[in-house]
């Protein structure tokens, strides 16, 4: 009897078009809403009270612009200074975008050649992890007394500390493709570069993308430590140099709006490189397909 009267509901309410939404759904899509605003009204709040709280210090002490700038100096210096801040900027993000896509070539075409020789993968993984813990603040200076361009000296030190997260993420990607597909591909008489077409690489590509934003961050931070040691030698180029002069002329501001460009440039670039991820990933991969709570 009670089977009956829910098909008649169900005939009904697909014949009228309304369907009843039971407490748990309605509770279920309040609390999903709730999630996606506070996913961007959290962080404003919280930026907002940072920013409030920081100019209320600077007033309340009376701090000098010359040892902490209000949050409104820096904004005002930013946009004085703009087109100075704005050459500095697009050299290091020229920087960092060469660096990056260097590093993305290089690891993972190394990362291959190590999936598919354990030879190679034993004779030069190690290097790449010393080159990985040393600091580049250490090497840089080396670099530049052997390197004649300074871009180019640059651009090692940002490839350096770039370079490896995508080869240790792409090879433990190519190295986590299931055993029960090579052997299937194997019994259907694929080569190897088959496998590595249409099985490996497929299963990499979440492990590679998610080593390309780490490396996005790293490329900018190599960057700028590499202009700070060129600096030193009086490259007056990138956002870090600037940093520099400003601190030597006590020109606090515009060091803050130089860290500020910093910090938006490093959120612009993970902010790119994840919705790269998203659009490659979003159809078939179980780390961004949404799925109903």
Same mark, same amino acid.
């Given at each position: 009897?009670?089977?009956?009267?829910?098909?008649?509901?169900? @005939?009904?309410?697909?014949?009228?078009?309304?369907?009843?939404?039971?407490?748990?759904?309605?509770?279920?899509?309040?609390?999903?809403?709730?999630?996606? &605003?506070?996913?961007?009204?959290?962080?404003?709040?919280?930026?907002?009270?940072?920013?409030? +709280?920081? !100019?209320?210090?600077?007033?309340?002490?009376?701090? $000098?612009?010359?040892?902490?700038?209000?949050?409104?100096?820096?904004?005002?210096?930013?946009? /004085?200074?703009?087109?100075?801040?704005? !050459?500095?900027?697009?050299?290091?993000?020229?920087?960092?975008?060469?660096?990056?896509?260097? =590093?993305? &070539?290089?690891?993972?075409?190394?990362?291959?050649?190590?999936?598919?020789?354990?030879?190679?993968?034993?004779?030069?993984?190690?290097?790449?992890?010393?080159?990985?813990?040393?600091?580049?603040?250490? &090497? =840089? $200076?080396?670099?530049?007394? +052997?390197?004649?361009?300074?871009? /180019?000296?640059?651009?090692?030190?940002?490839?350096?500390? =770039?370079?490896?997260?995508?080869?240790?993420?792409?090879?433990?990607?190519?190295?986590?493709? !299931?055993?029960?597909?090579?052997?299937?591909?194997?019994? +259907?008489?694929?080569?190897?570069?088959?496998?590595?077409?249409?099985?490996?690489? $497929?299963?990499?590509?979440?492990?590679?993308?998610?080593?390309?934003?780490?490396?996005?961050?790293?490329?900018?931070?190599?960057?700028?430590?590499?202009?700070?040691?060129?600096?030193?030698?009086?490259?007056?180029?990138?956002? /870090?140099? @600037? &940093?520099?002069? =400003?601190? +030597?002329?006590?020109?606090?501001?515009?060091?803050? /709006?130089?860290?500020?460009?910093?910090?938006? @440039?490093?959120?612009?670039?993970?902010?790119?490189?994840?919705?790269?991820?998203?659009?490659?990933?979003?159809?078939?991969?179980?780390?961004?397909?949404?799925?109903?709570?």
């Amino acid at each position: 009897m009670q089977s009956e009267s829910s098909s008649e509901l169900q @005939t009904a309410t697909e014949d009228t078009g309304i369907y009843i939404v039971d407490d748990e759904e309605r509770r279920r899509l309040l609390r999903r809403r709730i999630e996606r &605003i506070s996913k961007w009204c959290l962080p404003a709040i919280v930026l907002l009270l940072t920013v409030w +709280y920081w !100019d209320r210090i600077v007033h309340w002490n009376e701090i $000098p612009h010359y040892i902490l700038p209000s949050p409104g100096r820096v904004i005002s210096t930013l946009l /004085a200074d703009w087109p100075i801040l704005l !050459d500095a900027l697009l050299i290091t993000l020229q920087i960092t975008c060469l660096a990056l896509a260097v =590093a993305v &070539i290089g690891g993972a075409g190394l990362a291959i050649l190590f999936t598919q020789s354990r030879f190679i993968q034993m004779s030069l993984f190690p290097y790449a992890v010393i080159l990985q813990v040393t600091p580049i603040v250490a &090497i =840089a $200076p080396l670099i530049f007394i +052997y390197v004649e361009s300074k871009i /180019a000296g640059l651009l090692i030190c940002a490839w350096i500390v =770039a370079f490896f997260p995508i080869l240790s993420n792409t090879t433990l990607g190519l190295n986590s493709t !299931d055993h029960n597909l090579r052997d299937l591909f194997r019994i +259907y008489g694929a080569s190897r570069w088959q496998q590595l077409l249409h099985l490996q690489i $497929p299963t990499a590509l979440p492990y590679f993308l998610g080593g390309l934003r780490i490396a996005g961050g790293l490329a900018l931070i190599g960057a700028v430590v590499a202009e700070y040691v060129a600096g030193t030698g009086g490259i007056g180029s990138g956002l /870090a140099f @600037t &940093i520099l002069e =400003a601190g +030597y002329r006590l020109n606090i501001p515009r060091m803050f /709006a130089a860290l500020l460009l910093i910090a938006g @440039t490093g959120v612009m670039i993970f902010t790119v490189l994840s919705l790269l991820s998203h659009l490659l990933l979003h159809k078939w991969h179980e780390s961004a397909i949404k799925r109903d709570s």
